[in-house]
């Protein structure tokens, strides 16, 4: 059984930054690519940022040049670092990972992040 936690999330003000964590329990997480999606209220689930197995990444229009995924295969971690938080980035950020060449996929709980004065 695949657990996936998240962890990270918060209250900021606009301008602020947050680290999101996502930690793997698998044994070869270097088979594995990440994503992190986010569904702001009463909105529809929208991919935020991936992360290739081999680190090749990519961002959703309304975060590139503030957000930034990475990955930690030693700790089986993944994270996304962002910055310049805006209102507009109020969300439940959820973590997802598939094992590359399979249909399986995994989520986490979510983390509630909350950019507001």
């Known amino acids: 059984q695949v657990h996936i936690v998240e962890s990270g999330g918060g209250l900021v003000n606009p301008g602020g930054s947050l680290r999101l964590s996502c930690t793997v329990s698998?044994?070869?997480?270097?088979?594995?690519?990440v994503a992190w999606y986010r569904r702001a209220p009463g909105g529809r689930r929208q991919l935020v940022a991936h992360?290739?197995?081999?680190?090749?990444?990519m961002y959703a229009d309304s975060v590139k040049g503030r957000f930034t995924i990475s990955r930690d295969n030693a700790k089986n971690t993944a994270h996304l670092q962002m910055n310049s938080l805006k209102i507009e980035d109020t969300a439940v950020y959820y973590c997802?990972?598939?094992?590359?060449?399979?249909?399986?996929?995994?989520w986490g709980q979510g983390t509630q992040v909350i950019v507001s004065s």
């Open positions: 992360i290739s197995y081999y680190g090749s990444t």
């Open positions: 997802n990972s598939r094992k590359t060449g399979t249909p399986d996929e995994y």
């Open positions: 698998v044994s070869n997480f270097s088979q594995y690519r």
